[in-house]
């Protein structure tokens, strides 16, 4: 079992970087940039739409999460804070920070793009947040 997820994220991770999906959604002005990260290492999975419909997604379990419901799945509370060490991989999730998902703070880092991983990962919380579902 093991070995199927590395090689599903194996697959995850070269078709992140090569994926060119349309932006179905608009990147509202205040995500300063996070929509490029999101659209290079998360769509795979995640979807255009971050609704967890991304192409690598049927093949997943647990399936991808639907992004926009952060905040709802929260209570109406979207934790900044703790996005980020989802994302960074210091606050493992089922399915995302443990075994089966990159840490993506490492893959940032390891990128060819020199930003800093501490802006990168605060671009794409603040995208998320952006894009969470309203009330």
């Keep these: 079992m093991i070995g199927r997820i590395r090689?599903?994220?194996?697959?995850?991770?070269?078709?992140?970087?090569?994926?060119?999906?349309?932006?179905a959604?608009?990147?509202p002005p205040s995500t300063g940039g996070g929509r490029p990260t999101f659209d290079l290492?998360?769509?795979s999975c995640?979807?255009?739409?971050?609704?967890?419909?991304?192409?690598?997604a049927s093949s997943l379990t647990p399936?991808?999460?639907d992004l926009?419901?952060?905040?709802?799945?929260n209570g109406?509370?979207?934790?900044?804070d703790q996005i980020a060490r989802i994302i960074d991989g210091r606050k493992p999730?089922?399915?995302?920070?443990g075994g089966e998902m990159p840490v993506w703070g490492d893959a940032f880092a390891k990128s060819v793009d020199k930003t800093p991983v501490e802006e990168k990962i605060q671009k794409l919380v603040e995208y998320l947040q952006a894009i969470q579902a309203k009330p």
């Design 7 to 23: 090689q599903t994220i194996l697959v995850a991770m070269v078709l992140s970087a090569t994926y060119t999906a349309p932006v």
């Design 25 to 27: 959604l608009a990147q």
């Design 41 to 43: 290492y998360c769509v």
């Design 46 to 56: 995640h979807g255009t739409s971050a609704k967890g419909d991304g192409p690598l």
């Design 63 to 65: 399936r991808p999460a």
């Design 68 to 73: 926009t419901l952060i905040a709802k799945r």
């Design 76 to 80: 109406g509370t979207f934790d900044s």
């Design 93 to 97: 999730v089922k399915g995302h920070g």
